[in-house]
Every structure is written in C-alpha cells, then in structure tokens.
C-alpha cells in the first residue's frame, strides 16, 4: 500500500479530529467532564457530517462541512465588525468619522490600562489576548447552543 493512498484517510481523520474539537458543545465556562460525555459529543458532531448517512465520511461531506464552517466564521465576523462600527458611529449618521474611530480606539487602550499607570504591561496585554479568545469562544458556544451552528 503506497503512502500516497494512506495520506488521504490519515488526513480524513486529522480533519474529523479537529472539527470534533472545535465544534464541541462545550459551555461558555467549561467543567470538567467525563470522557463518555466527550466521547458522546464528538460521535454525534461527526455523525453529522455524514449527509448521505452511510456510516463514512467522504471527500465531498468533508468539504462541505468545512465550508459551513468558513462561512460561519465569515458571518460571525461580519456581526462583529458591525457592532464595532456602530459602537464607534458616536452621533449615528452612518458613517465612522477619524475622531470617532481614534475616540473608540482611545477608549480600548485606556481600558487596557488596568492599574491606571498610563501604559499597557505585559499582564495587561496578556489580559487583552485570554478575553479576546474567550470572546470567541463564547461566540462558537452561542452558535452551537442556538442551533445556528457547530455542524
């Protein structure tokens, strides 16, 4: 059996692996749980990849899948990106003036600025990278939870 015809099944299941992982109905403040329940999770995230229902995962379900997934990161941004541009839109005119985006970004730093020293440490940009990745997991939970998303 060449390497070649192994590459593609041993990718198949990296790829299930990952998207087991990252579509994990996971709560915002995750618990330790069992791994039958984790076990439990994973088997159903994959069984849903499989469309035609024939017990395997193919080429094509694997694409789609992965381009559902693209696609809902796409929307998710585009949500973000537009609660950013209202919040920063300070007199709602529909438009996002220099002052206003230099205002908004201001108003980041000096939130950043937790002990109020006037300069960002590395604890307070190391604070900035863990919130900015719960967010974002917090946006994967609320998808999932709500059906819009996850599989």
């Known amino acids: 059996m060449s390497l070649r ?3 593609l099944p041993a990718a198949l299941v990296l790829a299930l ?12 403040n995750p618990q330790a749980i069992s791994i039958d329940e984790a076990r439990n999770r994973i088997g159903t995230d994959v ?6 229902n024939d017990g395997f995962i ?3 379900e694997l694409n789609a899948e992965h381009e559902l997934r693209q696609a809902e990161r796409r929307q998710r941004h585009a949500e973000r990106a537009q609660k950013r541009f ?6 709602a005119d529909g438009k996002v003036s ?16 937790r002990n109020g020293d006037g300069k960002i440490g590395a604890d307070e940009s ?7 990745r719960d967010c974002h997991d917090s946006d994967k939970h609320d998808a999932h939870a709500s059906g819009d998303g996850g599989h």
């Open 5 to 7: 015809f192994l590459a």
């Open 58 to 60: 193919d080429a094509a």
């Open 17 to 28: 692996a990952a998207h087991a992982a990252e579509t994990s109905t996971a709560p915002q």
């Open 86 to 91: 209202l919040a920063m839109d300070a007199d």
């Open 47 to 52: 069984a849903a990849m499989d469309a035609n």
């Open 126 to 132: 190391a604070h900035r990278r863990h919130a900015k």
């Open 98 to 113: 220099v002052a206003e985006v230099v205002a908004a970004r201001s108003a980041r730093l000096e939130a950043r600025d």
